[in-house]
């Protein structure tokens, strides 16, 4: 569920009733529902929604609860499953990715397919959960031309996310943890993985799979002298792909010049306005505007329910949103506590710090482009971080869990 793009666009009280669920499983399976830890956590943000209400002037309900489905419901899968959730979240993704690929591949070489899908589409609006619609059960078929790669005469692949983008960000966080579970970067799941996220075409995925492979490289055991000379390769190639590429170095220089005049203009303010760029400047502005406490962890106190930011404007992407949300003091504690879930995980496989770190770097840079690092899962990884200290007592990080 922590993948599922119905999950992440699931209503706030569709998620109270996962939350009850889990604390009924919680509690028939006599697991520990509350310690001093995640109750300072859930403390430390009723404090901070309190004070932004008070600072702002805004409420609602979801004040009494966002805490929880946001922070509770991650604390709650870790103390059932611990680190093995990882694994089975690798095996959902594998399973996804198999079943999607073969469709995206019918949908993008022949026509008459495509065709059926794009009636599907229109059949199954009216059902959708958002403005994107799905097609077919765990797919979305691509629905506009928008996703068409002209230079390559081919759709960009979403598997069963909104769009491709938000895809690679889970394709590359499979990568990750996969590797950092079993020291391996080329299994089957991986090689799986590797090959959906070529399929789409995302110029963030790319990025974070040459960070990921690059590390790699230099930490396999083979021979000096080859490895000195399939690692410059490697280098030599990815860069003329970067360079030869339209959908590479001359979207990224042209979305950075236009994003970065929209963010430094506000046209935010008054236009629905997106963009990784534009989102990361709006979010250092809205950072430096508000410092220390943050501003918008519930919707009642942010710019677009002010009216400040147009409702369909994006920002607080990524660690930069994570500041500028929830403030400087509780958005650094996040970050440094995610930093230490990734090591701890890492550390399953006895993996050196440098992949680690390259790893943190990787999964961050992708995350700058979507609205998922306070989502489920990346929680989770916050709450392995917080628990990592004892480790002789914590069955949860122990590598039995790992299957």
């Keep these: 569920m922590a993948v599922s793009p119905f999950f992440n666009t699931a209503t706030n009280q569709l998620l109270l009733f996962f939350l009850f669920f889990l604390l009924v499983v919680g509690i028939r399976r006599k697991v520990k529902l509350m310690d001093n830890k995640i109750a300072g ?17 805004g409420f609602s309900y979801a004040v009494f609860y966002f ?11 870790y103390r059932l499953s611990g680190v093995t959730f990882f694994t089975y979240f690798n095996k959902v993704l594998f399973v996804m990715a198999l079943f999607t690929l073969p469709l995206w591949i019918l949908q993008s070489v022949y026509p008459p397919f495509d065709q059926f899908l794009r009636v599907a589409i229109e059949l199954v609006q009216p059902l959708s959960w958002g403005s994107v619609p799905r097609s077919l059960l765990f797919y979305t078929a691509a629905w506009t031309d928008d996703i068409f790669n002209a230079s390559l005469g081919i759709y960009r ?26 020291g391996k970067m080329f299994d089957n799941k991986n090689k799986v993985f590797i090959a959906c996220l070529l399929t789409t075409l995302s110029t963030t995925a790319y990025i974070v799979l040459f960070i990921v492979l690059s590390t790699y490289l230099i930490k396999v055991k083979i021979n000096p ?23 590479l170095q001359s979207k990224i220089q042209s979305q950075y010049k236009d994003q970065t005049y929209a963010a430094q203009n506000n046209f935010g303010r008054s236009e629905a306005y997106s963009g990784r760029f534009y989102a990361f400047f709006t979010s250092v502005n809205l950072f430096m505007e508000n410092p220390v406490f943050g501003r918008g ?10 009216g400040e930011m147009h409702a369909e404007a994006s920002y607080t992407y990524g660690f930069m949103g ?15 506590y995610f930093f230490r879930g990734i090591k701890r995980i890492g ?50 990080l122990s590598p039995i869990y790992i299957k």
């Excluded at 909104?162 to 996969?178: D, K, M, Q, R, S």
């Excluded at 002298?225 to 959908?247: C, G, L, N, R, T």
């Excluded at 609205?371 to 004892?390: A, D, E, H």
């Design 225 to 247: 002298a080859f490895k000195m000379m399939v690692f410059f390769s490697f280098i030599i190639i990815s860069i003329q792909v970067y360079q030869s590429e339209e959908f």
């Design 322 to 336: 994570v500041l500028a949300t929830y403030g400087i003091f509780f958005g650094i504690f996040y970050l440094f």
């Design 67 to 77: 805490p929880l489905i946001t922070f509770y419901i991650p604390y709650l899968i």
């Design 297 to 306: 962890i519930v919707y009642a106190t942010s710019e677009k329910a002010s």
């Design 347 to 396: 550390l399953l496989s006895r993996q050196p710090a440098y992949f680690i770190v390259a790893i943190f770097i990787a999964i961050n840079l992708s995350l700058l482009t979507q609205i998922f690092i306070t989502s489920t899962i990346i929680v989770l990884i916050f709450i392995i971080g917080i628990y990592s200290g004892n480790k002789k007592n914590n069955p949860h």
């Design 41 to 57: 956590i859930l403390i430390a943000l009723y404090v901070l929604i309190a004070i932004q209400g008070v600072l702002f002037q």
């Design 157 to 182: 692949n979403s598997g069963f996310f909104h769009e491709p983008g938000a895809y690679g960000v889970f394709l590359a966080l499979g990568i990750a943890t996969n590797t950092l579970l079993t």
